[in-house]
């Protein structure tokens, strides 16, 4: 063995500190979520979650054990193999899958299953990054662009076709590294103006004071300053299709499956159907309300372990910390997710090589946007999207791959003196 | 350029933090509503109703306790029959009810409990509960209705139902809610407070599908309900039941009291209903049909019902007569048939043959003695003071105005003042020709069953009454029962005058009612047949017994039966003779009164 390879001093240990601090309060909140005061069963009870997530986190460190005792060179090396096992495993999914709500999302033997869509996102971050890693590659160039897009969208579409809108949604989070890497700054404005303009189309009843808007807007981008005649025009088309746009998108949510148009709808109005699409939200922001400033207590909440808020162990696990420990305790949580995130960016910047950046941002961006959008979705301020919170959701592909994911990062870290700087 | 973007992002996530964070603030700490509608979640708050008190009789027997009765429920969700011959056999039903009710309990609700079996009794309920463990989604829900043991005393004892809007919105202590069950008539109206007892409430978990998770905090916050007081009752329950067999297919009134203390023994009101016909499920309908009924069953005669008293009435104005001193045992008239109508007698009467004689002409003109003691030289004046100080002594026998018996809607009948003759004639327009018909307890005089009753024991005990009552004792202890009833009343008319009055009703006996005889045991008694314009006299009969040492006083009133000294004073010896003798040897004169058919 190389004495060079484990490095225990060059491991992060604040990033570790965290992973095992999130993963221990999860821990402790799905044995919350699943108590039972009338039954008599132990956190370490195998028949319930709690104990099971224990076997869960065992087989994690035992993973973490393997990823740190390997060769840091093994996952650039393997990094397009592994992201074709994926690819294939997504594509063998449907037909070796075991159906649960009418999504295949599983495969695997026995009672021994693991869900491919989550897996492929660490394989996924590995492929971008050895394939970006080359010196020539420029994401202000569009041929760039697409090359890297099309990494990303193969695995999305095998994950759409499942069917698993969230878990793809997730694979987008990659503009955050794309950014990083240096995506134009202008896709990024003009998409968080057209997700503005969708908000505000689907929030705003009358799609009138919109279309007003946008026409003010244009008269006083055009009386600002002087303008060409062909500049005018161009403003005036942009106007016109983005009312166009705005009249066009109900049309749209009417085309979408009923399920996704009522979670689109129910993010505007919870109390439009309290008992069907909205009933998720609801509860889930009654559980967490009712915690107040210092929670109802650990096992004291009523809301998650009786089943008013449903998949509470799992993508609702955040409503199970709001109820038990207030606001207190989710200040504590997202704190320890943003010290996490902000720590890793720090990570990211100080490598030298180019693939462990990139690694390093996908990282970044797929924690960021499982961290984001599953807490707002509990509060209702994102559609419900059956995503779930890293290290703390119960569920071992989830435990696993975000184990996988972040502690590939924390090896390569670890080895980052030996990596030569192949910086762009 | 790319040096400032990892400083965007890690500002990204601080600001998505920040807004996370201030929702989360929004609706954890700033609105408080999240909270209640937590617990109105999982919260259930469950009202323990108490028990309600029971009524027993005189002599400790059981007049009126709460019946279990048990009705298995159905959640359909839960509900799983792995066997369905077996289940069908074990709960005695048919494949077609199962499915039957199954699918109605579906439509009303998958998770929410309905009606599966009704009303199973206490063995079979015995029987199937091992069973239940077995099937999941049925359980047994208990709820007790009041039951009487004997069919008897339904008005005395009245009913309870549930609250009206009207009395809710009356309700003052804020006790009662919707669907609250309270006494709507008799005692059970009247002694509501100390029968219902005192509500409990308990919080329980309950889960999303509203299963029991345990109590809330431990049951911190809850409270034990308290069971109501038991009342037991001055009825006497073998004589109600005997009087009511009596009263059976006849319409009138059985008032039974004890002399010495005011309670009453029996209390019938016929026609009469079994009062397990007003419980329960059944109330509503039971209510109507009986309402609808031309005999009014459930028309509270002894105490609602008001008559003239008719003969009876003599012997309260032989006592004024000689308490205010016109009148002696002496004081003779003649039986002048010009004045009243009367029957056959020797004549002229001293008081002692007017009372056995009934003599109307005699009362005529004692009458007069009595009003016109020419206190003033106008006749009409004279007329006037005479009528209101004899109003006066009349009001002392607890007549004119109700008598404060522990029962709702009592009528007080009536004694008419001067002043009523001043409204319907003008004053100084009417004079003792008017009024005459006063003297033999006609006219405008009207009493109540439960009066003529009390009058009974006002000559059984030579001058005093307690205000009739069907209270004993609260909880067994006596000294609970309301004030009122331990008070004595003097009507203001020495004893010794009671002396001659008490003889002459036993020698009434065998002028009027010989029927009422019995060879060991005097009784005295005064018969009275209050005319009635509508058809067939009304009979009436007081009587108390044995002469000396009174133990029951009665009044037998008989709609259109006749002369009272027919049916009502055979029905009252018979009465008396049971609560004497605990039974009953006269068995012509009882197949007499049973098969008698005195209604038109």
């Known amino acids: ?196 303009l969708v908000l505000l189309a689907l929030g705003i009843e009358n799609n009138l004071y919109l279309a007003g808007a946008i026409i003010v807007i244009v008269v006083i981008f055009i009386l600002m300053g002087k ?87 799992t993508d609702f696990i955040f409503c199970t910390l709001g109820e038990e420990f207030g606001w207190l305790g989710s200040f504590v949580v997202i704190a320890l997710f943003v010290t996490l995130l902000t720590r890793l960016v720090l990570m990211a910047e100080r490598q030298k090589n180019r693939f462990t950046r990139i690694y390093g941002y996908c990282v970044i961006s797929i924690l960021t946007f499982h961290f984001m959008v599953n807490i707002a979705m509990t509060i209702g301020l994102f559609p419900v999207v059956g995503i779930p919170l890293p290290f703390f959701s119960y569920g071992g592909s989830s435990l696993w791959s975000f184990t996988i994911l972040l502690f590939i990062f924390i090896k390569m870290d670890s080895s980052r003196a030996l990596q030569l700087g192949r910086m762009g | 350029m790319n040096d400032q973007r990892p400083i965007v992002i890690i500002v990204f996530v601080f600001i998505i933090s920040a807004v996370l964070l201030t929702k989360l603030f929004m609706i954890q700490v700033l609105d408080d509503s999240f909270l209640k509608r937590a617990e109105r979640n999982a919260i259930q708050r469950v009202v323990d109703h108490p028990y309600r008190g029971l009524v027993y009789d005189r002599n400790g027997k059981l007049l009126v306790y709460n019946n279990p009765i048990f009705d298995l429920m159905i959640v359909p969700k839960e509900f799983q029959v792995k066997d369905t011959t077996r289940f069908l056999e074990i709960f005695g039903i048919t494949k077609e009810h199962l499915i039957e009710t199954y699918q109605a309990a579906r439509k009303y609700s998958y998770v929410k409990p309905s009606t599966f079996i009704k009303q199973i009794s206490t063995n079979e309920f015995a029987r199937i509960q091992d069973f239940l463990i077995d099937y999941p989604g049925l359980f047994i829900m208990t709820r007790s209705v009041r039951s009487y043991p004997e069919p008897v005393a339904a008005h005395a004892l009245g009913y309870i ?78 004589l109600q039941k005997y009087g009511e067999m009596l009263m059976k297919g006849k319409t009138g009134s059985v008032v039974a009291i004890e002399p010495k203390t005011g309670e009453i023994l029996s209390m019938i009101s016929a026609p009469f209903y079994d009062p397990n016909s007003l419980t329960g ?87 007069r003695q009595i009003i016109n003691q020419e206190v003033s030289s106008n006749t009409y004046k004279d007329t006037e003071i005479g009528l209101d100080i004899w109003r006066e002594h009349v009001m002392k026998f607890g007549l004119g105005g109700t008598l404060g018996i522990d029962m709702p809607n009592e009528k007080g009948g009536d004694v008419p003042s001067s002043k009523y003759y001043d409204r319907f004639y003008g004053n100084g327009r009417w004079k003792y020709s008017t009024i005459y018909s006063l003297s033999i307890g006609q006219g405008e005089l009207l009493v109540t069953p439960v009066q003529m009753a009390n009058l009974a024991a006002i000559f059984a005990n030579k001058g005093y009454y307690y205000t009739p009552h069907l209270i004993r004792a609260i909880d067994g202890d006596q000294s609970k029962i309301p004030q009122e009833y331990l ?98 040897s006269r068995s012509d004169l009882e197949k007499y009164v049973i098969e008698g058919k005195f209604m038109n």
């Open chain 1, 1 to 196: 063995m190389r004495e060079t390879d484990i490095n225990i001093n060059r491991v992060d240990w604040i990033t570790v500190m965290i992973y095992f601090a999130l993963v221990m309060i999860g821990w402790f909140n799905i044995y919350a979520a699943v108590y039972d005061g009338q039954v008599d069963k132990g956190i370490f009870d195998t028949s319930i979650n709690s104990g099971i997530q224990l076997v869960w986190i065992g087989t994690a460190i035992a993973i973490i054990i393997v990823i740190m005792a390997a060769d840091y060179r093994l996952f650039e090396n393997l990094a397009i193999p592994i992201y074709l096992f994926f690819l294939v495993l997504l594509l063998l999914t449907p037909f070796l899958g075991k159906a649960v709500n009418g999504q295949v999302l599983s495969i695997g033997v026995g009672s021994f299953r693991i869900q491919a869509g989550e897996f492929a996102k660490f394989a996924t971050a590995l492929a971008l990054a050895k394939f970006m890693e080359r010196p020539t590659f420029d994401l202000s160039k569009p041929q760039y662009q697409l090359q890297a897009f099309a990494v990303l969208l193969i695995p999305v579409i095998l994950i759409i076709l499942q069917p698993d809108t969230g878990t793809a949604m997730v694979y987008f989070s990659m503009l955050i590294m794309f950014y990083r890497e240096g995506l134009p700054q202008k896709y990024y404005v003009i998409g968080i103006g057209l997700i503005a």
């Open chain 1, 227 to 313: 303008k060409t005649p062909q500049q005018i025009i161009a403003f005036s088309i942009i106007g016109i299709v983005l009312i166009a746009f705005t009249y066009s998108l109900d049309f749209v949510v009417s085309k979408l499956p009923e399920h996704q148009q009522n979670r689109v709808m129910v993010l505007f109005n919870p109390d439009l159907d309290p008992l069907g699409a909205g009933w998720n939200v609801t509860q889930s922001k009654i559980a967490i309300g009712s915690g107040g400033l210092i929670g109802k207590g650990y096992l004291q909440g009523t809301q998650t372990k009786f089943d008013f808020v449903p998949e509470q162990h």
């Open chain 2, 161 to 238: 139902g549930e609250i009206s809007g009207r009395q809710l919105e009356r309700d003052s202590s804020g006790y009662y809610v919707q669907g609250d069950y309270v006494g709507l008539s008799g005692m059970e109206r009247y002694y509501e407070d100390q029968m219902r007892g005192k509500k409990g409430v308990k919080y329980k978990m309950v889960n999303v599908r509203g299963v029991d998770k345990g109590p809330f905090k431990d049951g911190e916050y809850d409270t034990a309900s308290v069971a109501g007081k038991n009342i037991n009752s001055s009825i006497d329950m073998e």
């Open chain 2, 281 to 367: 499920s059944d109330f509503g309908k039971s209510y109507t049909a009986l309402n609808r009924l031309e005999t009014k069953p459930l028309f509270n005669r002894p105490i609602m019902a008001t008559y003239p008293p008719g003969s009876i009435f003599k012997i309260v104005q032989s006592l004024i007569g000689l308490q205010e001193g016109v009148l002696t045992p002496e004081t003779t008239f003649a039986c002048n048939r010009s004045l009243v109508a009367c029957h056959n007698h020797p004549s002229p009467v001293n008081l002692f043959g007017a009372i056995r004689n009934s003599c109307n002409p005699y009362y005529h003109q004692a009458f």
């Open chain 2, 487 to 584: 008070t004595k009343h003097d009507v203001g008319v020495d004893a010794h005058h009671f002396d001659m009055v008490q003889d002459a009703m036993v020698q009434a006996l065998f002028g009027t009612a010989q029927r009422a005889l019995m060879k060991d045991i005097q009784i005295a008694g005064k018969t009275g047949t209050a005319q009635n314009p509508h058809g067939e006299d009304h009979s009436v009969f007081i009587a108390f017994a044995p002469k000396d040492n009174p133990k029951i006083a009665i009044a037998v009133y008989v709609e259109n039966a006749g002369w009272g000294g027919r049916a009502a004073a055979s029905m009252a010896s018979l009465m008396i003779e049971k609560y004497l003798k605990d039974s009953v």
